[in-house]
């Protein structure tokens, strides 16, 4: 018995882990690269930590690879795997189909459930700390956080006062800054409720390099500073905006592995 | 009672993942750069989910940064973080003085002391798959596994017999295939027993490309067919050679971030 109760206390910081409410959706196009495989392990991995997230992978694809169904399946994570191809023509402005599938499978599956949660898009290639998903459970219309290398500059995001950290006070970024919502993709996330009010906000597959202020201009926020500060009051980086360099593979090698993509 | 029944036969599983024997030490080296605290946010979200593992994380620099110390601290691994220049006329062999200062460390710190262990050198910027570390914490004296992405290749490494699993029979490389160990520095582990046994084992400075088979050599293989195979018969990928873009960071951000490194 008194063994039960150390075992019990000693994982109850992980049980309370993985039953957190309310779910994060998490919206990640992707499209086959060399680099796919490993950054979608990343990805998994950390969202597996992160605990209580469904994550919606969109490919850039006619039909779906039944190698990337596989590998969800293996990840461990409640998926939906959706495919949404590009039009040759929207090269520039990449994701949109695929967020825009995503968002029709939420208002599909989720309108009059009453269903808790929260949505993020998280690109495959970003780097996300595992407390991240921590700061964005809790809130509730919508928030912002700082994101880390981007634009040409070590971060970009929201800045709050030291008198009163609940506030956005003002926002860094090194590239337009006049944008209403001087945010990336990265850094940002709404209630599920808001994307099911909205039902007819969606991304627009023409504008380059400010879909973030259009979708949230949709959802019904006016500007930046009407989301909630999170990560400490804004001073704390969760998320890199990473590149992965583009991998030289020329030669390939004898079909003796199972787990490719 | 019945309540604490169903949480302890819930959490077996990850309590199992916890405790599990014996310790992977992994060595990572690491350097000041804009990428280097995303990489090792990744690195310490994997060996998290890994379990058992003591992190010895050596800078290329003469004394250790406070920042990453803290870092390290709240990556909630036991860890050890060492510090080893570079010789200015040694940069092609970059790596080579952090790992030795590692291996000096494990030889003083375990030395006579019946520690069970596995030596694995896992550079920060590769990918790795949670999964790599149960496969090498049941080698014998060395290990072996395929390694994604490398030398122009998809994939890197040894390769068995459909009717033997457990013997090595060929290995793949699009690099110097004469190699006697054709073996990536993440594609290998070793027993801690084997780095104790071969005291005077250190990697070299002067030769560029073999390091790992040097290193081998040194603890006593004579080849690469010499490792255990592992991966399900080196038939999985379960770490890539992922390189990040270099990013372009000239412009330094208001000092409202707390978590720089």
Not at 50 to 62: L, P
Not at 103 to 127: E, M, P
Not at 205 to 225: A, H, S, V
Request: proline share 6%; hydrophobic share 40%; glycine share 6%.
């Amino acid at each position: 018995m008194l063994v039960l109760l150390f075992i019990l206390i000693g994982t109850a910081p992980l049980m309370y882990r993985w039953h957190r409410h309310p779910t994060i959706f998490v919206i990640t196009p992707t499209y086959s690269r060399p680099n796919q495989m490993p950054e979608l392990v990343r990805l998994c991995t950390v969202l597996n930590t992160a605990g209580n997230v469904h994550w919606i992978v969109v490919e850039d694809a006619v039909t779906k690879n039944r190698a990337l169904t596989r590998f969800l399946d293996d990840c461990g994570l409640p998926y939906t795997h959706l495919s949404a191809p590009t039009s040759p023509y929207k090269r520039h402005v990449r994701g949109t189909n695929q967020r825009n599938e995503a968002l029709h499978w939420l208002r599909k599956s989720f309108q009059l459930t009453g269903q808790s949660g929260v949505v993020y898009f998280a690109d495959d290639d970003n780097t996300y700390h595992p407390d991240l998903f921590d700061e964005m459970r809790t809130l509730k219309r919508g928030a912002t956080w700082p994101v880390g290398m981007i634009a040409a500059s070590n971060w970009e995001g929201c800045i709050t006062n030291p008198n009163d950290r609940s506030k956005i006070s003002d926002f860094w970024t090194n590239w337009e800054p006049n944008r209403k919502f001087p945010i990336d993709m990265a850094g940002f996330a709404v209630n599920l409720n808001v994307v099911l009010e909205y039902p007819n906000a969606l991304f627009d597959d023409t504008t380059i390099g400010r879909q973030e202020g259009l979708i949230l201009l949709r959802l019904g926020f006016k500007n930046g500073y009407e989301l909630e500060p999170k990560a400490d009051g804004c001073r704390k980086i969760l998320v890199w905006h990473t590149k992965s360099a583009n991998q030289d593979v020329q030669v390939i090698g004898p079909a003796t592995i199972m787990n490719m993509l």
